[in-house]
């Protein structure tokens, strides 16, 4: 009697605590929904001081005028991660008919067609589309996988338009930028951008074309590895704990407002003839890049245009590229290639186009792999060493941008010394987040049992409550008076034998 009720009293108390942790989560989630919606609308504010719209009126627009297609597709690939194949091949001739559909009528209108594109559209209507039904026509479960799959899709293209609103926030509220620091401490690297501009013109054109797909599809290659992790996404009915899509967000999120703090152009704008239709011989320093090297002087802030976005410090690519590769190391093959394939020539593109000095690079990657140990531990629990990393890459991305900035001529003036400390801080990074991350489990096919086609056909079809199958040897079934059960160890129960498919 007294076992009974403390078996009543455990499920009870089991329930409760279910109750209790998914009211926490409702909670977690309606916070993150209130700080999501106050920063959209604080930056749409911030926008139209400077008279350009915002994140929130540019989305908008996207439903009627023709937006940039590269998010919207790759969002609308995202949400189909908690969807059937046939629902997939529908939601993608629904987005691409919807597009056909309306590309005569912009021609008719002449409409304003964002750099000449023309799809994308249909992606949006698509996913906004896919939210109605999962609250009309979906219950339960189905209705959250549903809709947390749109919030997936939804948040990575509201992803691009915060960043682009950031960008133009940084180049109107940051006229100086510290460039002359930046390159001065790029001394103790050796000023790497600048060979490796002259060998990106030296190959050109060949090198340029490979580099600049790569380093202008880097979202692209996000999305194919975050659809390899989210691939079950639709047998098991949820989402994995931890997945890229997380890590690249947070990247997203947070590196805009050390832009802020730490506003840097580039080499190719503060030193060359500028890029991208920005910047220009008449704001750079002095026109070195890439052909002169850059002579060692005491730095001072410099004016620079307000278009050109404030956006090295640090090397946002390299932090994505470098979250590709860490989430591309328990994939097949082909993948883990891509991964490095993508990381080592982002590192190449962002240095031989001028866009970032040698010391963005490292204060990336401590960037990257803070945040990747950060997401981690949240979802397994905040042990020691989680902690410890964490701590310890925030306070070496802090100490780099400290020395970049009050330090740069002792470490340009000492090259041999600061060269290599800049180097092991980045690689004790490395090795801390090697260590206190699990290796990959090597793929081993499961063992084989030598059951019979009929025993396993049994094994399978047949109800739990009638699964006593004959042993291997012999497949006769026993007499009506014999049928006892078995002791437990010789008679296990078929699902436990061999479990049904999900």
Known sequence: MKARASRVFSRRG????????????????????????????????????????????????????????????????????????????????????????????RWAVEADMTGGHVFGTGALWVMLGTAVIAVTRRTGPDRVLLLKGVGLGLLLVAARKVGDTWLFITAKTRPTVLDQYVATADHALGNPSWPAGRIVEATDPYSGLLLQLVYGQLAVAAVV??????????????????????????????????????????????????????????????????????????????????????????????????????????????????????????????????????????????????????LRSLDRGWDRPGILLVAYGTAVFTALLVSYRYLPTEMAARPEVSGPLLILAMTSVIYGYV??????????????????????????????????????????????EDTAPAPAEDAAPASARSPEPR
């Not at 911030?46 to 590269?70: H, S």
């Not at 991964?339 to 990257?368: E, K, P, Q, R, S």
């Not at 094994?459 to 006769?476: H, I």
Request: aromatic fraction near 10%; include cysteine.
């Open 225 to 374: 590895v975050a659809f390899h992790q989210l691939r079950n996404v639709t047998v098991e009915r949820r989402f994995p704990s931890h997945h890229l899509v997380r890590t690249f967000l947070v990247i997203g999120l947070l590196g805009p407002a050390f832009y802020m703090i730490f506003p840097v152009v580039g080499p190719v704008f503060a030193y060359g003839p500028g890029a991208s239709g920005t910047g220009g011989v008449e704001w750079a320093a002095v026109n070195l890049w890439p052909h002169t090297p850059l002579p060692v002087t005491t730095p001072q802030p410099m004016t620079y245009d307000g278009i050109t976005p404030r956006n090295c410090m640090p090397s946002l690519h390299t932090a994505w590229a470098v979250a590709i590769f860490v989430h591309t190391r328990r994939a097949p093959r082909a993948l883990r290639f891509a991964g490095t394939f993508w990381l080592v020539v982002t590192l190449a593109a962002t240095l031989g186009f001028g866009y970032h000095y040698g010391v963005d690079l490292i204060a990336g990657v401590v960037f990257a792999l803070t945040i990747e140990a950060a």
């Open 14 to 105: 089991d329930v409760s605590s279910r109750g209790a942790g998914r009211r926490r989560r409702v909670l977690l989630w309606g916070a993150a929904g209130v700080v999501t919606l106050g920063f959209l609308i604080a930056l749409e504010i911030a926008a139209r001081r400077y008279g350009e719209p915002g994140p929130i009126t540019n989305q908008v627009k996207g439903l009627v005028l023709a937006p940039k297609p590269g998010p919207l597709y790759g969002g609308l690939g995202l949400m189909m991660v908690v969807l059937t194949w046939r629902q997939r091949f529908i939601a993608a001739g629904a987005a691409l008919g919807i597009d056909a559909v309306l590309l005569p009528v």
């Open 435 to 480: 260590r206190t991350t699990p290796r990959p489990a090597p793929h081993l096919p499961a063992p084989r049992t030598p059951v019979t086609e009929a025993a396993r056909d049994d094994a399978v079809t047949a109800p739990a409550e009638d699964a006593a199958p004959a042993p291997a040897e012999d497949t006769a079934p026993a007499p009506a």
